[in-house]
């Protein structure tokens, strides 16, 4: 009999230790059905910061009357308190992908290039 693959092995089925790393928060509306527009900046953001510059963009949908409308994205740097990027009520809509970039970018990692749509301050 073969032995059982690392792969499969049950005792290496652990959840991972919290994250000692910086992270991106998205608070959406999911009444508003804004779980897409979500997940494509989520996308963006981990393709132009991915690891280990960032260690996980997460999702938060809201559901309750207090929350309706919402669109918030947040950056938390470990040791620091986090900071709000964006927030669809008081910016009047939602980010520019470039704009949202540049404002994460000015917090984490300041001398990045962003190509052609960056416009360093």
Known sequence: ?????????????????????????????????W?????????????????PVIGSVTLIPRMSDETA?????WVSIPGQEASLVWDRKTEGGFPELKVLKQRV???VQPDKSLGHSDNKH
């Open 1 to 33: 009999m073969a032995s059982e693959s690392s792969s499969t092995d049950p005792s290496t089925f652990v959840f991972p230790p919290p994250l000692e790393s910086t992270t991106i928060t998205i608070e959406f509306c999911d009444r508003c059905r």
């Open 35 to 51: 779980l897409h527009r979500a997940t494509w900046i989520q996308t963006e953001l981990l393709l132009t910061f991915g690891p």
């Open 69 to 73: 409308g919402r669109f918030r994205v």
């Open 105 to 107: 970018r000015d917090l």
